[in-house]
């Protein structure tokens, strides 16, 4: 009972590296989500999609870019890794849109 | 411009008493609320939720209130136990809008026995 997965879990870069973070969902979910989690500051959301080939920016979307190119996965990318992009990354999915997302463990990453 | 807001970052409470953790938010469009709960290393999980239509919803020990004149909800949780011991996070959003849920910054919840 996979239900979200990231990978990877834990990744150092140094700034102006990039990297891809992979979402995979086994639950036929329609929409997925990228949100960060930075101390004291909550959830954020990143980007989103409602579906196979959509995206959409979310709250903070800046130095960051989607795919879904297939729906059980949900890709996001950094460019340039920028130190301000040090964070938890959790990748979350649901059905139809009730609120209730079903969230990865997450994936810390840290930029030096 | 914070729109849900959770004012107490921690808050301790002796085990089997009752938990009582508060939300406020600013967006009038809001129309569903959600409880979400954390731990450590882990993706946060949903734990109850209300529509703007109800003033209540109860499951189990867990209990949502939901006040929308002051734009205010809570939840409690009674009998408190210590696998209660999480980070809880408020969450909103408006009906139709798949943009995601807007979530508060949390509250530590810290059983003690």
């Known amino acids: 009972n996979a239900g979200v997965t990231q990978t990877p879990k834990f990744r150092v870069l140094k700034t102006g590296q990039s990297m891809t973070l992979l979402c995979a969902q086994d639950?036929?979910?329609?929409?997925m989500y990228w949100y960060r989690q930075d101390p004291g500051m909550g959830l954020r959301l990143i980007h989103y999609s409602v579906g196979e080939g959509t995206t959409a920016k979310g709250e903070v979307p800046d130095g960051y870019n989607v795919s879904r190119l297939k729906k059980q996965n949900f890709l996001l990318g950094l460019e340039s890794a920028a130190p301000s992009q040090t964070s938890v990354y959790f990748c979350?999915?649901?059905?139809?849109?009730?609120?209730?997302?079903?969230f990865g463990e997450g994936s810390r990453l840290t930029v030096l | 411009d914070q729109q849900v807001k959770q004012n107490s970052p921690s808050l301790s409470v002796q085990e089997g008493r009752i938990s009582i953790l508060n939300c406020d938010y600013t967006n009038s469009m809001f129309d569903y609320f959600l409880w979400y709960k954390k731990y450590p290393a882990e993706g946060p999980t949903f734990l109850i939720s209300i529509s703007s239509i109800k003033d209540k919803n109860e499951d189990g020990r867990f209990t949502v209130f939901l006040n929308k004149s002051a734009k205010h909800l809570s939840l409690h949780i009674v009998p408190s136990q210590p696998g209660d011991s999480a980070v809880y996070f408020c969450?909103?959003?408006?009906?139709?809008?798949?943009?995601?849920?807007?979530f508060g910054k949390g509250t530590h919840l810290i059983i003690q026995p």
């Open positions: 969450a909103a959003f408006s009906g139709g809008g798949a943009d995601g849920l807007t």
């Open positions: 639950m036929n979910h329609e929409y």
């Open positions: 979350a999915s649901s059905q139809g849109y009730t609120g209730e997302l079903f």
